[in-house]
């Protein structure tokens, strides 16, 4: 079956560290991959969009990688700041009987701390 | 732009009670979701509408569950009668289309709590 997989353990750095998280997915081949932040109480927001053909994609201090030999995204924050800390989803299409539709892994809870 | 807005914030029932949702996205964005968040889980699609027609609710439990979206903006997603595997946050969310390259936008959610 197709899955979505990101590390469930929270993810503790220092400030001015680079943070780096990793999704993982298995049976199938996604067109796109999305990563959203969501703080407590909030919906989540979305950061960064990458597709098939783009090997990476920038945003001010962040950057997403996207191998699609490996199955594998990873997401950058460069610099981390507390105010990054925050719940970091990964999402992709993935089809659902005759639908694509787009859908979450689990989250990491990253922690910056001074 | 103002954002997806969705009410009530908090709401706390008993089971076997109904509850509704509603949802006002942003103006202009055809397409509209609902997920259920469980504690610890990501969000999950419950249905998704394009306009006012449903496009995928392979994952809305429909003997208890149900949702409309009249005219093509207001959504209001309904359970009844609720179980206490109901309790999760419920996001309402829009995007400008409905292709997997449109990011979505969020509301902040309802936090349902059925005891």
């Known amino acids: 079956s197709q899955k979505i997989e990101q590390n469930s353990e929270a993810l503790n750095i220092q400030e001015g560290k680079t943070a780096t998280l990793t999704c993982n997915y298995t049976n199938y081949s996604p067109a796109y991959l999305q990563w959203y932040r969501q703080d407590p109480g909030r919906g989540p927001v979305f950061l960064l969009l990458i597709r098939e053909n783009e090997k990476e994609k920038r945003k001010e201090r962040l950057k997403v990688t996207f191998d699609t030999t490996l199955k594998q995204s990873l997401f950058h924050i460069t610099a981390s700041q507390p105010a990054d800390s925050a719940t970091y989803l990964c999402?992709?299409?993935?089809?659902?009987?005759?639908?694509?539709?787009?859908?979450f892994g689990t989250g990491t809870r990253l922690q910056v701390t001074l | 732009e103002a954002g997806v807005a969705q009410s009530p914030r908090y709401k706390i029932i008993e089971k076997r009670q109904s509850v509704a949702f509603w949802c006002n996205p942003i103006s202009g964005h055809a397409t509209l979701y609902w997920y259920q968040q469980i504690l610890g889980q990501g969000p999950k699609l419950l249905i998704q509408f394009q306009n006012n027609g449903v496009v995928d609710d392979s994952q809305l439990p429909k003997d208890r569950f149900s949702a409309e979206r009249l005219k093509g903006v207001d959504s209001t997603l309904k359970i009844q009668p609720a179980k206490l595997e109901d309790s999760a946050v419920y996001l309402c969310?829009?995007?400008?289309?409905?292709?997997?390259?449109?990011?979505?936008?969020f509301g902040n959610g309802t936090r349902l709590t059925v005891t």
């Open positions: 969310a829009s995007s400008f289309q409905g292709g997997m390259n449109s990011p979505l936008h």
């Open positions: 999402a992709l299409d993935m089809m659902s009987g005759t639908a694509s539709k787009l859908t």
